[in-house]
């Protein structure tokens, strides 16, 4: 089944505690993103990779760090997380071709809190 | 500053009747955008999309507009069905940047029986 996977999908941490949340793909996509939903504010953007070891700020990238060494993972680090950090984050990935402008596939999402 | 907007946070129509869904965005340069449904407890899913090219684009009960000199494109719904109750979001992305999509901050629909 084609699916991306995010893990964990629920995490409560302190301020400071580095963590990061793994998003892997089974499409063979070449294009990643990261996005966190927050009330009123919709879906914002984190980073985006076109393709492996390419990598591109969103609209909202202060705070996190990602990396692309594989075509299949796309992690997302909080080096030293702080308490609006406090997010639902969604990975997604699509098909070659024009990244975002290509149907995009979600995870089902992670629900992060920080104290 | 908000590039895209969904001015309207929920919206509440009869089962059978057309639901219509608006959007609004400001930056000339978005070339394509595009709609996601989401449901509770899930990821978003792609719904339909449109190029700046075109001033129409349908699928099935589901049909896009694009007015490109008021910058707004709506969704309509028709019939709307319960099954359709969720959150919407409208995305725009900028030519020449094709891996950057800015959101809007959604609808939810909520069309009852």
């Known amino acids: 089944e084609a699916q991306v996977t995010q893990n964990p999908r629920y995490l409560i941490t302190v301020t400071g505690k580095k963590l990061t949340v793994t998003c892997s793909q089974n499409?063979?996509?070449?294009?990643m993103s990261w996005y966190r939903q927050d009330p009123g504010l919709g879906l914002r953007q984190i980073y985006y990779s076109m393709n492996v070891e390419v990598t591109d700020k969103g609209d909202v990238p202060e705070g996190y760090k990602v990396s692309r060494k594989e075509k299949r993972n796309f992690p997302l680090i909080l080096e030293s997380p702080s308490p609006n950090q406090t997010s639902l984050y969604f990975c997604?990935?699509?098909?070659?071709?024009?990244?975002?402008?290509?149907?995009?596939?979600f995870g089902d999402g992670t629900r992060l809190s920080i104290l | 500053d908000q590039q895209v907007k969904q001015n309207s946070p929920s919206l509440s129509v009869q089962e059978g009747r057309i639901s219509i869904l608006n959007c609004d965005y400001t930056n000339s340069m978005f070339d394509y955008f595009l709609w996601y449904k989401k449901y509770p407890a899930e990821g978003p899913t792609f719904l339909i999309s449109i190029s700046s090219i075109k001033d129409k684009n349908e699928d099935g009960r589901f049909t896009v507009f694009l007015n490109k000199s008021a910058k707004h494109l709506s969704l309509h719904i028709v019939p709307s069905q319960p099954g359709d109750s969720a959150v919407y979001f409208c995305a725009a992305s900028e030519i020449n940047q094709g891996g950057k999509l800015i959101f809007g901050q959604g609808t939810e629909l909520s069309v009852k029986p």
């Open positions: 997604a990935s699509s098909s070659r071709g024009q990244g975002a402008r290509q149907p995009q596939h």
């Open positions: 499409m063979n996509h070449e294009y």
